[in-house]
């Protein structure tokens, strides 16, 4: 959306009280959230694309956006996300941890541990691994009545069952990509 389409459908959403409106327009685009934020009080959420503190700076200084959406995978580790979030705490933002199945279960159990040292948490992302994953990353972790707990084994709680993982051959997998009427490639 552009930037105008993106404020007026957050304005237009406001009686529905969404948990918030997340990536409305492209994230590289910061100063087009400005005009979103100063049009709505719809709550904004985006960072999935980022991966450091300084993707962020504006955003959070200027309190563009609600939440922080970046995976700790993508941004480092559990250090330099962490630092993300208590820069966003400063501004009472809050985090919203990418969790999809794209981030293996390790890097899940770290979001979670993090979840657990921040107090702006805000809401974990979590889609559940196929059992071919499962079988591979042992996790000690648990889903249960919309709640994740981390399980009791020391450190992340995740072990890898090599044995397990010899019976599944590589294979190259590639993110979709959309195209537009007229062919171009577009992002997703």
């Keep these: 959306m552009t930037p105008i389409q993106a404020a007026k459908l957050g304005k237009s959403l406001e009686p529905y009280d969404l948990f918030w409106l997340e990536d409305c327009t492209p994230a590289e685009n910061q100063e087009a959230l400005r005009l979103v934020r100063s049009h709505t009080t719809t709550p904004l959420a985006i960072g999935e694309v ?35 979030l208590d820069y966003a705490a400063q501004y009472q933002i ?19 541990h993090l979840d657990l040292a921040v107090h702006n948490f805000g809401i974990q992302e979590y889609m559940q691994h196929g059992e071919a994953t499962n ?47 007229d062919g171009t490639v577009h992002d997703w």
């Design 94 to 112: 809050k985090s919203g941890i990418h969790g999809p199945t794209d981030i293996s279960p390790v890097g899940m159990a770290a979001a979670l």
């Design 50 to 84: 980022f991966n450091t503190v300084w993707d962020y700076q504006t955003l959070i200084k200027d309190q563009l956006i609600d939440y922080v959406r970046s995976a700790v995978t993508h941004t480092g580790g559990i250090s330099p996300m962490k630092k993300i």
């Design 135 to 181: 079988s591979v990353f042992e996790q000690s972790f648990s889903f249960s009545d919309g709640y994740l707990n981390p399980g009791n084994q020391p450190g992340l709680g995740v072990e890898i069952n090599v044995d397990e993982a010899g019976k599944y051959p590589y294979q190259t997998a590639y993110l979709p990509f959309n195209r537009l009427a």
